[in-house]
């Protein structure tokens, strides 16, 4: 599809069909890009970020809600390669979240109190992945 004029870098609202994504949607605060598919771990991982640069993919694009860059997410669900492939590419391995722009915070989507590496902005991929208990990401 890249082939044939699909943008790398359009927004997507939906990641991966979280219960807190139906509501970012409606709010107007839901704002992926593909690239934040394969950090969530969708796709085929290193050769889909290979692929994605090849045509253009903004690699450290923030998305809201949650201000996260595809290596953030990474970082979370312990996908080590990839903040590998990241950090080879260029992306800093130390980049904060942005701040969301949510009506109060982002943790507003859920229904339970707020999670300590989800609250708020600024934090690294290291501190998301202590926060998540990932350990192949954290020795990265």
């Known amino acids: 599809m890249l082939e044939h004029g699909e943008d790398p870098n359009r927004s997507i609202q939906k990641l991966a069909w979280f219960d807190w994504e139906g509501p970012a949607a409606e709010r107007g605060v839901s704002d992926w ?40 997410l990474s970082a979370i669900y312990d996908r080590a390669p990839l903040i590998w492939r ?13 701040e969301s722009l949510t009506n109060g915070t982002a ?14 902005h600024g934090k690294t991929p290291l ?9 192949a990401a954290v020795d990265v």
């Open 33 to 72: 890009r593909l690239i934040h598919m394969i950090g969530l771990g969708r796709g085929n991982g290193i050769e889909t970020v290979e692929v994605l640069i090849e045509f253009g993919a903004d690699i450290d694009a923030t998305a809201l809600p949650f201000g996260d860059a595809a290596i953030h």
């Open 86 to 98: 990241f950090v080879e590419q260029g992306v800093d391995v130390d980049i904060p979240t942005a």
């Open 107 to 120: 943790t507003d989507l859920f229904e339970t109190e707020s999670f300590a590496p989800f609250d708020g």
């Open 127 to 135: 501190m998301l992945a202590l926060g998540e208990g990932q350990s």
